[in-house]
């Protein structure tokens, strides 16, 4: 019956979705706009990290914006998706 449905210990975890997990399709990112995001390229053998907010998708490139520091103008980055190595969403509390 129902009656041994909550006998175990059990733990209710809230999340968004695509939270923390690496996006791979391009698809997903139309829902994440204004989300932070956390950028891995591979630049031959370098790799380069770039933290900003998603602003635009469109034909394959992201549109992201980095704050700038001391109030300075954020920058803008027009990213190819193909060349992304790792992207994840990152939690703003």
């Given amino acids: 019956g129902d009656r041994d449905l909550f006998d175990h210990d059990w733990q209710l975890e809230v999340t968004s979705p695509g939270i923390g997990r690496p996006i791979e399709n391009i ?5 994440q706009l204004n989300r932070l995001l956390n950028i891995v390229l591979a630049e031959g053998d370098e790799q380069k990290i770039i933290i900003g907010h998603l602003k635009a998708v469109q034909d394959g490139v992201l549109t992201v914006e980095v704050s700038g ?25």
Avoid: A, D
């Fill in 27 to 31: 698809r997903l990112l139309h829902s």
């Fill in 69 to 93: 520091k001391k109030k300075l103008e954020p920058v803008v980055h027009q990213i190819e998706f193909s060349k992304i190595k790792k992207l994840t969403v990152e939690v703003e509390w």
